[in-house]
């Protein structure tokens, strides 16, 4: 490959690149770095089914940082006059060499995998009405305000089973606080809140009468393995595909948000989320169900940061700083 080839393939390597990592995938990316011997795809293909994707995006990670560096290094020596520029353009191929060998590796989908992916699917799930709704009128009675509330508010199964507080205002008012379970100093929000009006959809109108029963107020509180249950049979008595869970639920609720045009900070807000970088990994508003949402405010404990992508040139610069917090040693 030539220069200009290493780097239009760094280009496109790069360009849906997460930088900033969670500490806690630092510490993986850290210790599966540290793990790997000389050849990179030997110890990829050694690795179980339930780790094989964290290795492979841990190695991708290390090599892409790895060639930026090495054209980094190129247009350094380039631009100091040296004229050898040979072994420098090798040590590049070799590692644009690994991406591809390591990229190609893949894992085949056992028959129980299939069709488990959180997002894959939501378009063909609304093809007939809003499947939500679907969900909602095949629900027993028990498990009825739980697929109301992930439906209508994307919330987490985690935050339900610690309870979250419904409170009816004015005829069609209808507010959501969430106590979120992700929250560290760098990630999430340790309170937020929704505001709904339930004029927007039939849904929000069904949780409001639940909590207007309950007198204005209703803490509601289930564990995550019983709304899986409940999803489970609503699901089979509406002739729905089983693979369908909660999170199936909030990455609708996110590509409702996207689709109704609400900003990236905002959408942060309602999810938990404490970066805008986090909702690139949920539903895109072009996969989202009807594009309802009846939300109108929302409010987190937190601020949101918002994620700017670097540029070529910039990540290239980065390359060799941000490379050194999970160093590794190279190709010979």
């Known amino acids: 490959m030539t220069l200009n080839e290493l780097r239009q393939f760094m280009l496109d390597q790069t360009k849906d ?7 806690s995938t630092q510490v993986d990316y850290r210790r599966i770095i540290e793990a790997v011997d000389d050849d990179f795809v030997a110890y990829l293909r050694s690795a179980p089914n339930s780790t094989f994707y964290k290795r492979k995006a841990a190695i991708l990670w290390r090599l892409r940082f790895s060639l930026a560096e090495s054209i980094t290094s190129i247009d350094e020596a380039s631009a100091h006059g040296e004229t050898n520029l040979g072994w420098r353009l090798d040590q590049a191929r070799v590692y644009a060499e690994l991406i591809k060998s390591v990229a190609a590796e893949t894992r085949k989908k056992s028959r129980s995998q299939k069709g488990k ?10 093809k007939k009405g809003d499947f939500r709704e679907r969900l909602v009128t095949a629900a027993g009675k028990a498990g009825v305000v739980g697929i109301l509330l992930l439906s209508i508010a994307g919330v987490r199964p985690a935050e339900i089973a610690k309870g979250v507080a419904l ?5 069609h008012g209808l507010e959501i606080h969430i106590n979120g379970v992700k929250h560290t100093q760098t990630t999430g929000h340790e309170r937020r809140a929704q505001r709904h009006d339930a004029r927007r959809w039939s849904l929000s109108a069904k949780l409001l009468t639940f909590v ?12 995550p393995d019983l709304l899986r249950d409940d999803i489970k049979r609503a699901a089979a008595r509406a002739k729905l595909p089983l693979t369908i869970s909660p999170y199936t639920l909030r990455h ?14 905002e959408i942060a807000k309602a999810m938990g989320h404490a970066s805008t970088r986090t909702g690139g990994r949920y539903a895109r508003k ?6 309802t949402s009846s939300m109108t405010a929302v409010w987190a404990s937190g601020e949101v940061r918002e994620f700017d992508k ?8 980065m390359g060799r700083s941000k490379s050194e917090d999970l160093a590794i040693e190279g190709p010979q």
Do not use: H
Not at 17 to 23: E, P, S, V
Not at 252 to 265: E, H, I, R, T
Not at 286 to 291: K, L, N
């Open 310 to 317: 670097p540029t070529a040139e910039e990540f290239a610069r």
């Open 252 to 265: 609708c609720f996110s590509g409702d948000l996207k689709k109704a045009g609400w900003s990236p900070v």
């Open 17 to 23: 690149m997460k930088f900033d990592l969670a500490a």
């Open 286 to 291: 072009q996969s989202a169900g009807s594009g």
């Open 212 to 223: 207007k029963k309950a007198g204005g107020n209703l803490l509601f509180s289930r564990s």
């Open 167 to 171: 409170k009816a205002f004015g005829e």
């Open 117 to 126: 992916s959180k997002k894959i699917g939501l378009k063909a799930l609304s």
